[in-house]
C-alpha cells in the first residue's frame, strides 16, 4: 500500500509479538505499527481474512499492548499486515 494512502503514519517498532488464533499460539516480531495496524514477520505464516488477538511486548514502553482484536489484511514474502478491530487511543 503507498504512503499517501496511510491514514495513520507508522512507526518501525521491532517488538515480541504473540498472536492466538483458534487456540493456537503464534510468536512474531512486530516490525511497523500505526494506530490501527501493525506489520508483523513470524515463521507461520497466517491467512488474509484470519482473526487473531495480538499481544505486544516492548522494552521501551511499561505497558504492553494486549488483547488488540486484529484482522490479516496482506500477506507477503516479509510478513502479514494486521488490521485492529479498534484504533489504539479507543
Same mark, same amino acid.
Given at each position: 500500500? &503507498?504512503?499517501?494512502?496511510? $491514514?495513520?503514519?507508522?512507526?518501525? +517498532? @521491532? #517488538?515480541?509479538?504473540?498472536? @492466538?488464533?483458534?487456540?493456537?499460539? !503464534? *510468536?512474531?516480531?512486530?516490525? &511497523?505499527?500505526? /494506530?490501527?495496524? #501493525?506489520? *508483523? ?9 484470519? =482473526? !487473531? $488477538? *495480538? $499481544?505486544?511486548? @516492548?522494552? +521501551? ?5 494486549? &488483547?488488540?482484536?486484529?484482522?490479516? !489484511?496482506?500477506?507477503?514474502? +516479509?510478513? /502479514?499486515? +494486521?488490521?485492529?478491530?479498534?484504533? =489504539?487511543? &479507543?
Amino acid at each position: 500500500m &503507498d504512503k499517501e494512502n496511510r $491514514t495513520y503514519a507508522r512507526r518501525t +517498532l @521491532h #517488538a515480541r509479538a504473540l498472536m @492466538h488464533k483458534r487456540g493456537s499460539i !503464534v *510468536v512474531g516480531e512486530v516490525v &511497523d505499527l500505526s /494506530m490501527n495496524g #501493525a506489520f *508483523v514477520t513470524s515463521a507461520m505464516q497466517m491467512e488474509v481474512g484470519d =482473526l !487473531v $488477538t *495480538v $499481544t505486544i511486548f @516492548h522494552t +521501551l514502553t511499561p505497558q504492553i499492548l494486549r &488483547d488488540l482484536k486484529a484482522k490479516v !489484511v496482506r500477506v507477503t514474502d +516479509l510478513g /502479514m499486515g +494486521l488490521q485492529f478491530e479498534k484504533l =489504539l487511543i &479507543d
